[in-house]
């Protein structure tokens, strides 16, 4: 007889509330892992934990918080710093324009700066012909381009007579950074009787810091100008503070390019001959180049002079056109009778000839 197998309604009950309970284990688990997923940039998913996950941001870059702003980092000095000088020596045969004394230093911004040249030579005492024409330029130039400082001078070299040069401007950069310097020597004219004549160079420039007090003229204020014979001209005139230099010195530095009225030659600056015909005398001039300090009082009148320098000159035919230096160190006092100086360069011709004090390359820096 075949054996015959009970279903208890109990075994069967037991088995579905297994798989039940099986069915909800893995709908909780399913559930828990969609509530763990990490959302993409994009707004996608992947699964937590794979090698998709989405790198994490930091908060300086997802969210970067503000910052105060920093100081700029020190200056790159990349040249020398003043105080700075160069000094050269080299030969010139006419006609020839030579380049010499080159150097480059670092200027710093908010600073002004001293610059002043000096170019010596003599043409020998057996050398062929009388005049020899001779022109300086000194030039400064940032190295980025901007504006720079320029100034030379002009004259004819006589046998057996030293000539020197000076000249100078202030710098004061507009950004930090290197400047470079060098000086143009020209005697370029080659039809002349002194043609072949070769001269021997010895220049020298430096550079250097002041004070805020320093000052430089524009000498567009009152040159070109022609002095008459007999007159009496400013050729620059600065006023100063005062206070700014009681018990100290006051330094004033002038240079005058000037041309005698031999003739109307040289004397040409704007697009002008700055001799008249009654100018003109082929004796050339005496004159007096004379450098002035005075007090001013609150009522605009000079109520009292510190110093007067005075320079004596003759420039003839042959010499023609010169490079007037002067230099002055004047000590002053406390307790003005003003509180204002002036500055002053006057020129007075003797005569016969007029005398042209050019624009071009003449100077007052006061420091």
Known sequence: MPVERSHRPGSAR??????????????????????????????GYVPSGTSDDPVTLSESTANPPSKAPTAPGPTLVTAPE????????????????????????????????????DLSTVKAEDAPGVGMYLGATFSCRPAGGGPGGVIGGTENLLPGEPVTFTNQFLLSPQRSGEYACSLLVSAPYDDVAAAGTTIELKASWGVGPVTSRARETASTERLPMTVASGSREFAFSELVSGPDFEEDQLRILASLHVTTCTGVNGSREQGRA?????????????????????????????????????????????????????????????????SRLRVSVVVDNQGPAAIVVHGQNSSLVTV
């Open 14 to 43: 037991r088995w579905i509330v297994g798989l039940t309970m099986v069915i909800v284990a893995l709908l909780i688990a399913w559930a828990s892992g969609v509530l763990n997923r990490e959302p993409l940039q994009q707004g």
């Open 274 to 338: 700055w001799c008249a015909g009654k100018d003109i005398d082929e004796t050339g001039n005496t004159f007096t180049a004379e450098s002035r300090l005075d007090v001013v009082g609150d009522d605009g009148a000079i109520c009292g002079t510190l110093d007067v320098e005075k320079h004596e000159a003759e420039i003839d035919k042959w010499r023609h056109h010169q490079l007037l230096h002067l230099d002055r160190k004047v000590a002053v006092p406390a307790g003005l009778c003003g």
């Open 82 to 117: 003043p105080p700075y000088s160069v000094t050269d020596t080299a030969s010139l045969t006419l006609p020839q324009e030579r380049r010499i004394a080159q150097g480059t230093f670092f200027l710093s911004e908010g600073t002004t700066y001293l610059v002043q040249f």
